[in-house]
């Protein structure tokens, strides 16, 4: 078994490796056994928010050295663990929910990571993406994850007017601010008969899964609570239920 085989198959860390590890979205009980593992024994884990994954370790009954890293200082923070794993401490990365580098902190560390030769080791686990993507009955043969739409309303409507014929599903993310507008923008864009899917708060408490036409989707986020976090799902126009 090869060097990167054997740290991808061990429950413990490796000193100078860096550990990309996946936390729940909502669910605690969908934290792995092996993101555990390594949580509770690494040298050090860079977090978006210390509070919140001290809180996280505190339920597992784990006690680590937390180290920020987020989106004001994720620079200079990758710049500083790289040397810390280089020096053969063993590092793992979260973010406050789901798997790091997708619309969230973790891409600057691993890069600069592969720059200086050290080992990257995923530790998967949930992601809102496909999450979303296997529960919402659109297709899954090909898909575009594009992160969160610029917040501006006529850059939304470009960015849709662009993609208007993709071939494939289109993924995003939106916040609970923008997802009314955002929803709207899809169905005078991309016309009412176009089939997306709005999932909200997966794994939590008041999940929730809008299937079907734009327009109708539209309806009944209009007499619920947009409170949550927000994966959208877009089909291609040829995609019927």
Do not use: W
Request: include cysteine; charge should be neutral; aromatic fraction near 6%.
């Amino acid at each position: 078994m090869s060097a990167s085989a054997a740290s991808n198959a061990s429950l413990t860390p490796l000193p100078g490796h860096l550990y990309v590890v996946a936390t729940p979205i909502g669910n605690l009980a969908d934290l792995t056994e092996r993101a555990k593992s390594i949580l509770g024994q690494v040298d050090l884990v860079a977090c978006e928010d210390t509070r919140t994954t001290g809180a996280l370790l505190s339920r597992m009954g784990l006690r680590r050295e937390l180290v920020a890293y987020h989106d004001h200082n994720e620079t200079a923070a990758a710049e500083r663990l790289v040397e810390e794993i280089a020096a053969g401490k063993s590092v793992a990365v979260v973010c406050d929910a789901g798997t790091p580098s997708l619309s969230d902190p973790g891409f600057r560390l691993t890069r600069a990571c592969h720059r200086r030769r050290l080992p990257v080791v995923p530790v998967p686990g949930p992601a809102a993406l496909t999450a979303a993507l296997c529960a919402s009955g659109l297709p899954t043969n090909g898909f575009l994850y594009v992160g969160f739409l610029p917040p501006k309303s006529a850059a939304r409507q470009s960015f849709l007017t662009k993609y208007h014929d993709f071939e494939y599903t289109l993924a995003l993310y939106e916040s609970c601010h923008r997802i009314a507008k955002l929803s709207a923008d899809i169905r005078n864009v991309l016309g009412p008969d176009r089939v997306i899917c709005v999932a909200k708060e997966i794994t939590k408490l008041h999940e929730k899964f809008l299937v079907g036409p734009a327009e109708e989707v539209d309806q009944k986020l209009q007499s619920m609570s947009l409170k949550g976090e927000f994966v959208v799902l877009i089909a291609p126009p040829s995609f019927s239920l």
